[in-house]
């Protein structure tokens, strides 16, 4: 079975020397679903580099929360767009010569 | 080594302020960070710059070295005896970005002048995760087939990973820390790597089914028979059925390629009869074939 690892959200706000209040204003636009664990909010560790670049979006080129939602959307359109080629090429190779 | 003008690489003129120079940072930023462009090489290496450019002209001790000896790097040391005597403290604002603040990220015409460290202060520097790291892997259909383990060079690292049967082309994996070291103690980035995966000469994927072609001389398409096939797996006997058309397929169930990190679980193999029509033929043959002509007309 797998596990998942948590990291709680007071530990990631140190690290990262964010505020809390602003995690909390991601959780309301939807762009992250922090679980509590122990009445403690938590980011399970798969979730991290999406956080990461939220903060690195933010704080480094400072977009704005409603900035961060229409990329977070693009971003993910753009990376199935990318397997819907890679599977696509993949296809088109069965008609190439062999 | 390349002399870099920061003034033209931010799209400023040599008297540009320090809210021009931010402001134009940030519009080049915006457009180039890793982060909104992923897998685009050229876009990182423009943030690079960018981010260099910045590096130096936001900081009033690096823009006036930078001023005085960009294009004549060479005397920078003597500059810098001489700048020893009376240090002054100074600094613009630096924005440090994870995917390209290391000093390996820096051009050498930084490095020599600045010697690759990057001061300024920043109103939220902490720690950051290292450089993600990508690379290529070129491998075979066959060598995909079962899961195996590779030792690979990154970085001058090696890095035995395994390779689960089943990666499809074009596939990337992450290995989780084997990325550039953290930033102020941060965590190490992550590793990418992309499969290409060559055309078989005999098989095609497809998904996790596999296509192939097979030869089958007319008379055993006609008569039917046994037939021996390869698979990826090993040979099989098929019993061709009599009366075989050219172009007709067989499925092969659970002969296909393994479903990528479901073990026991295989697509299938699609068999395409190709039915080879014999030429010169002998008198006897042509004899032959023109009573059986006239027996099915």
């Known amino acids: 079975m797998q596990t998942e690892e948590f990291i709680s959200i007071e530990t990631f706000c140190a690290h990262h020397g964010v505020e809390f209040s602003f995690i909390n204003t991601l959780e309301e636009f939807g762009l992250l679903e922090l679980p509590t664990i122990n009445q403690t909010k938590c980011i399970p560790s798969v979730q991290l580099a999406h956080l990461e670049k939220i903060v690195r979006l933010h704080f480094d080129l400072d977009i704005n929360m409603e900035g961060i939602e229409a990329i977070v959307h693009l971003l993910n359109r753009i990376e199935n767009l990318q397997a819907e080629i890679t599977a696509l090429k993949n296809q088109l190779r069965l008609y190439e010569d062999i | ?297």
């Not at chain 2, 590096?55 to 005397?75: F, I, M």
């Not at chain 2, 102020?184 to 072609?213: E, M, Q």
């Open chain 2, 1 to 297: 080594m390349e002399i870099i003008d920061y003034y033209k690489v931010l799209g400023l003129d040599k008297n540009a302020g320090e809210k021009e120079i931010k402001k134009a940072f940030r519009k080049l930023a915006r457009k180039y960070h890793p982060d909104l462009n992923p897998s685009d090489k050229a876009a990182q290496k423009k943030f690079q710059q960018i981010n260099e450019a910045n590096e130096v002209l936001s900081d009033p001790e690096k823009r006036a070295k930078y001023d005085k000896y960009g294009k004549d790097w060479e005397h920078a040391e003597a500059f810098e005896k001489a700048r020893q005597t009376q240090r002054q403290s100074g600094g613009g604002e630096g924005y440090r970005f994870s995917e390209g603040t290391s000093s390996e990220d820096f051009s050498d015409f930084f490095n020599s002048m600045f010697g690759g460290t990057h001061t300024g202060g920043s109103a939220r520097t902490v720690k950051f995760r290292g450089q993600d790291y990508h690379a290529e892997l070129s491998l075979s259909l066959t060598d995909v087939y079962k899961t195996h383990k590779r030792t690979l060079t990154v970085n001058g690292k090696n890095i035995r990973i395994a390779i689960p049967a089943g990666v499809e082309n074009g596939q990337v994996i992450k290995i989780k820390g084997h990325g550039g070291p953290g930033i102020n103690g941060g965590p190490n980035g992550d590793l990418y790597i992309t499969f290409s995966i060559a055309n078989h000469p005999r098989f095609k994927r497809v998904g996790n089914d596999l296509f192939t072609t097979i030869g089958l001389d007319l008379y055993k398409a006609v008569l039917g028979g046994e037939v021996i096939v390869d698979t990826l797996d090993g040979q099989v006997k098929l019993l061709l059925k009599p009366g075989t058309q050219n172009g007709s397929k067989v499925k092969l169930k659970g002969k296909g390629f393994p479903v990528y990190k479901k073990e026991g679980e295989f697509g299938d193999l699609f068999v395409t009869w190709s039915v080879k029509v014999p030429g010169n033929l002998s008198e006897k043959q042509k004899a032959l074939f023109e009573e059986l002509s006239k027996l099915s007309s």
